[in-house]
């Protein structure tokens, strides 16, 4: 019942083995049996201690809560959240910033050119702001496309430029221009069609003719003959493509949160979102027509649609077509590994030449299930390993067929290659019997690409935190540090050379107790090969309630029990042992501060969004109340 009730699917498997236990340790004589009483004061104690430890510290922490004296009055305390706020994220702040001042400095150049046109005295105001629009349309339109030139930042991210740009927020910079050429696309549409048009339809036609009749060869249009023309046709076009592709890249579309019915069903989710982002390919094809055969312009050089995609347009088919080949490699698998919690592991052939950092990432295509599908994920291996390894957790359409196909190659070889899919008791070795007589399917990989958490090494204390898979991130960080630890034991005058974390602290929580079954190996490597205790492990398990309930009092007891007699914990079944709920993240943070004042921490983070926002307000906090200083980052992707 206690293990039903913390959704402990493999503890109740074991629940008759775990129940000697308790009579192994309770029943010292022998006699066969406990009293109801015996067990009852037992859970009763070990509440009564929890709740106690609860009220002392609650007690001994009152004074470390009383309000410093820059948040007593509310001007005071809104000053102080907002320099906060400014000092960490002025390199948003400033990019931001100029972004907005380009594009505003675009519409009024534009507004006060048009303003000096023969058009204007026939539209007015109306075609002034359509093309001020368009003006910033274009510029956006050609600035989108540089922050997924993932080379290109992956080079550039190691350079001087690394320190005033954030480029972790890449995808969010990318965001933000798509909603920009969203307001610009609005304006210049609806200027168009609901003012422009109108007057120029309803113009006299003398006046027409002597102010506008040479840029329409003299003829004056009708509503629907602009509408029919090559810049309303080409403008129609583009806002449907947008508007289909910029939807189904909404979160809600793209992490198939939305539920649609019938056939309808394929049109939410990553796949429907890759396919409708490749369609904007032939936005640009029709924004450089619309952009050529304007009324209004003549002059080819003064149809500046072309001038301002030329160098992006450039640098992005560059690294698709010629730097991406470059780094695209046809890899062997040499095992794969499907975990009962949903998640595929794959261990692959290590190219000559492919270098990385602990922390990056690549992409995986399977020409099996898709010819141009590719998929991002975090690297789990480290540096000086000779294979390459990824975990991927099956959350859509792609990745249930990859983990589907890959689970049906090894089941057709079981007959000839025994526990092909099974539970790991520990990590990868290349030096294990490799399934080399199992037809996998094909894999191509292409990389490595830059990440937040390959920057680890600059910090003198790490936090990495990761929720369910995205503890993947930091498995390549903790392999590294383990390498780098041998390495540096082997040579005992390299140790005062050191560089790097002095120490990790890695808290990884999960909602299944499944998904323990795939880090199994990682948790048991920290144990067996940290000599030095450079690694703290904390696992959390959020199914089960939290310590001191009497819930689960019962599954505590076994716990403690069998890791005093085993070493091995009954929730994780490795040596790490396992924390019940969620941490308590203040006093994570409160316990840095006590054990490494004056240090840089980094605080790197992989997950939910949910968490993002108390890890932020925590490193803020603690930065400017301590003398230890936090920096956050999080994994984009």
Partial sequence: MSAATNKLTNFKIHAATYASLIMEEFDP???GYIEIWQLESLLRGMVGAVDGQK??????????????????????????????????????????????????????????????????????????????????????????????????????????????IPFDDNINFHKMIALGISVGTFL???????????KLVSCPQSKFMTVLGSNFDYHQPTYMDLVASVPGVTGILMTLFMIFSFTLATHSFRRN????????????GFNAFWYAHHLLVIVYVLFIIHGYFIFLTKEWYKKTTWMYLAVPVLLYATERVLIVNENRYHVDVLKAVVYTGNVLALYMSKPPGFRYKSGMYLFVKCPDISNFEWHPFSITCAPDDDYLSVHIRTLGDWTTELRTRFQKACQSTQSRTKNLIRMETKAYNPNDVEQSQVLFPKIIIKGPYGAPAQNYKKYDILLLVGLGIGATPFISIIKDILNQQAEYNQHDDASSNKKGPQRAYFYWVTREQGSFDWFKGVMDDIAEHDENEV???????????EEGDARSALIRMVQSLQHAKNGVDVVSESRIRTHFARPNWKRVFAQLVASHPSSRIGVFYCGSPTLTKPLKKLCREFSINSSTRFNFHKENF
């Avoid at 690694?535 to 309630?545: A, D, G, V």
């Fill in 29 to 31: 004589d022998h006699l």
């Fill in 55 to 164: 009220n002392l510290k609650r007690s001994q922490t009152l004074a470390k809560t009383m309000i410093p004296r820059r948040y007593r009055t509310p001007v005071s305390k809104f000053l102080t959240n907002a320099l906060e706020k400014i000092h960490d994220n002025w390199k948003r702040i400033w990019v931001v910033t100029l972004w907005l001042s380009i594009n505003l400095i675009l519409f009024i150049w534009k507004i006060q050119q048009f303003k000096r046109r023969a058009a204007f005295k026939i539209m007015g105001n109306c075609v002034c702001l359509a093309k001020a629009a368009g003006e910033t349309l274009k510029f956006n339109m050609a600035l989108v496309l540089l922050p997924v030139c993932r080379t290109t930042l992956t080079k550039l991210r190691e350079t001087f430029l690394g320190s005033i």
């Fill in 188 to 198: 210049h549409v609806w200027f168009h069609t609901t003012c422009n048009f109108v």
């Fill in 257 to 268: 949160v939305i539920k649609l019915p019938g056939s309808f069903h394929h049109l939410a």
């Fill in 535 to 545: 690694i703290e492990m904390h696992n959390y398990l959020t199914s089960i309630y």
